[in-house]
């Protein structure tokens, strides 16, 4: 069964730093591009950063940019986002998500399993 | 950045009726959009990709279509357990976009 396991989420003032982190199991880690979606309390979905499966691409929102990294270890089946730099605005349930593939087709940018989330506040 | 805007927000119906919800894009993205449902404290679940496709495991009264432009999802037959939060999500272009999504609710 494929597993997503998010941690890392917490109070934190602006300015401030916090480092996620998402577990993945059940499923080859290393085959698979990953990403970051987030949602605000009471709001839609907001993509936030791709990682190819080969650590090699990756992409951000031009709200994040310049502030958030994303990596990725292989070897530890786990997926990080270092965020500096946070507002208020950065307040909400992030979400690490798998790329898609079925039938020996792959679909990197579209999400097909997902953690559970792990919450930021960010507040003074 | 291209922009998906959802209609309606809300979209009152009972059980059995059928749901059609509309994802239009402010450019073109080709066939390359995606449909989610999210349920209340539960993470979005992959409905519909490249338009028409409908993910492993999902059941045949949810189908997709439309190109370009616009965009429809149509729930057949509504189900108790299809009341729910959809968007949309686009691929065609970076940044990776949602919609902002459509509630549907149980009349």
């Known amino acids: 069964e494929v597993q997503l396991v998010e941690s890392g989420g917490g109070l934190v003032q602006p300015g401030g730093s916090l480092r996620l982190s998402c577990a993945a199991s059940?499923?080859?880690?290393?085959?698979?591009?990953m990403n970051w979606v987030r949602q605000a309390p009471g709001k839609g979905l907001e993509w936030i950063s791709y990682?190819?499966?080969?650590?090699?691409?990756?992409y951000f929102a031009d709200s994040v940019k310049g502030r958030f990294t994303i990596s990725r270890d292989n070897a530890k089946n786990s997926l990080y986002l270092q965020m500096n730099s946070l507002r208020a605005e950065d307040t909400a349930v992030y979400y690490c998500?798998?790329?898609?593939?079925?039938?020996?087709?792959?679909?990197?940018?579209?999400?097909?399993?997902w953690g559970q989330g792990t919450l930021v506040t960010v507040s003074s | 950045e291209i922009v998906l805007t959802q209609s309606p927000a809300t979209l009152s119906l009972s059980p059995g009726e059928r749901a059609t919800l509309s994802c239009r894009a402010t450019q073109s993205v080709s066939s390359y959009l995606a449909w989610y449902q999210q349920k209340p404290g539960q993470a979005p679940r992959l409905l519909i990709y490249d338009a028409s496709n409908r993910a492993t495991g999902i059941p045949a009264r949810f189908s997709g279509s439309g190109s370009g432009t616009d965009f429809t999802l149509t729930i057949s037959s509504l189900e108790p357990e299809d009341f729910a939060v959809y968007y949309c999500q686009q691929r065609h272009n970076w940044p990776l976009t949602f919609g902002g999504g459509t509630k549907v609710e149980i009349k």
């Open positions: 990682i190819s499966s080969s650590n090699t691409t990756m």
């Open positions: 059940g499923f080859t880690f290393s085959s698979y591009s």
């Open positions: 998500a798998r790329g898609y593939c079925s039938g020996g087709s792959c679909y990197w940018y579209y999400f097909d399993s």
